[in-house]
């Protein structure tokens, strides 16, 4: 580290599960960029406090923003790009000038993350389970993509019905679906998605049965910690095919350094 290091922050409560740091640090130094990536564990009713400190440290850069703030930061943008304003939720901020710009790569990270192992999207058939700020940038993302349908499975139904509603009104080709959070058929899927808080940590709860899925549908996990989650286990166990959570995020480097003009 030098005295004109570029510092980025990654603001999270509870931090302990965070991965970004680690994983953009590394970047920074292969790419010879004079940046350091730190984990900032900030309460939500600390927010306030600490966006209007931070907007004055020069060399604070931006953060990248994960559980439980993706929404709550919405309100302490100055500015917020599209994406962030489809899915009312923001994962990247950046400061320039003392103003905060706010967007979200979940989405667009997501799908990267398919084609960057050569699956393809286009008129296909997704189920996701979960849409919180990741599962609803998710589904903006597979529409754009030009999925064929895309089912939405929640426990909140109002939330489900809302997004539902949100997505068919973009008058896509996509057909939109949502189904019973407990009495669900994926049966005819070529992705399923948990894109549930389920299966992190040591949390082995099953968001879904595999056995309910096609035998070549996809099971895609964007839960990184652990890599291999217990659903990405049920569906070796089920000869399924799978695609794992780091995916997204790595195809997220390629993003967050455009938007902060890196490389
Ligand atoms: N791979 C990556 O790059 C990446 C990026 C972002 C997030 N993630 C991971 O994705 C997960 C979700 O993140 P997020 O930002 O979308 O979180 P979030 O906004 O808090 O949304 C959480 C989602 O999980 C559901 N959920 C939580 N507990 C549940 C339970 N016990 N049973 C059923 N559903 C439950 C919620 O349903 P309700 O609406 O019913 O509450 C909601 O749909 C996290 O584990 C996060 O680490 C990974």
């Not at 667009?108 to 084609?115: C, D, E, Q, T």
């Amino acid at each position: 580290m030098k005295a004109n290091t570029k510092i980025f922050g990654c603001i999270a409560d509870p931090v302990n599960h965070v991965k970004a740091p680690t994983l953009f640090t590394k970047i920074f130094q292969e790419k010879k960029v004079n940046a350091i990536m730190i984990p900032i564990n900030v309460s939500s009713n600390d927010l306030e406090y600490f966006f209007s400190g931070i907007k004055s440290i020069k060399n604070f850069v931006g953060m990248t923003v994960t559980i439980p703030h993706k929404t709550n930061v919405l309100k302490y943008c100055d500015h917020l790009e599209k994406e962030a304003i489809d899915t009312q939720s923001v994962n990247w901020i950046k400061i320039e000038n003392q103003k905060l710009i706010g967007t979200n790569f979940d989405g667009i990270g997501f799908v990267n993350g398919l084609k960057s192992e050569n699956l393809s999207l286009e008129k296909k058939d997704f189920a996701i389970f979960g849409i919180g700020g990741a599962g609803a940038s998710i589904c903006y993302s597979l529409i754009r993509s030009k999925v064929k349908r895309l089912k939405l499975i929640n426990r909140n139904f109002n939330k489900l019905n809302l997004l539902a509603n949100k997505l068919k009104n973009l008058k896509s080709n996509t057909e939109i679906l949502i189904d019973d959070f407990r009495d669900y058929d994926i049966s005819e899927y070529d992705y399923v998605i948990n894109a549930t808080s389920l299966g992190l940590k040591d949390n082995k709860d099953l968001i879904f049965d595999v056995k309910k899925t096609k035998s070549d549908c996809t099971i895609v996990d964007i839960v990184m910690d652990p890599e291999e989650t217990i659903l990405i286990k049920e569906a070796i166990r089920h000869r399924r095919n799978y695609h794992l959570g780091k995916n997204m995020l790595i195809s997220q480097i390629k993003l967050a350094g455009n938007f902060f003009k890196l490389w």
